[in-house]
């Protein structure tokens, strides 16, 4: 079984390195700053509902481990 925390990490892990990643190529602020608000509200979004549906779906494949 996946867990749904691991899974709460992941996402946020990867938000972090999307903030990270924008910040380091971006150069013009306006649009850094609107790229950072779409990482961030993506973010949100799969931390709260995404996190269960992928796990749902994972879980429902019966992996193996």
Do not use: H, W
Not at 41 to 62: K, Q, Y
Request: a positive charge; glycine letters at 4%.
């Amino acid at each position: 079984m996946v867990s749904l925390i691991a899974l709460r990490l992941a996402v946020v892990v990867l938000g972090v390195y999307g903030i990270n990643y924008i910040t380091a190529v971006e150069s013009d602020k306006k649009e850094r700053r609107r790229n950072i608000a779409i990482v961030v509200v993506f973010t949100v979004l799969m931390f709260f509902f995404g996190a269960n549906i992928l796990a749902l779906l994972i879980n429902s494949l019966r992996v193996q481990y």
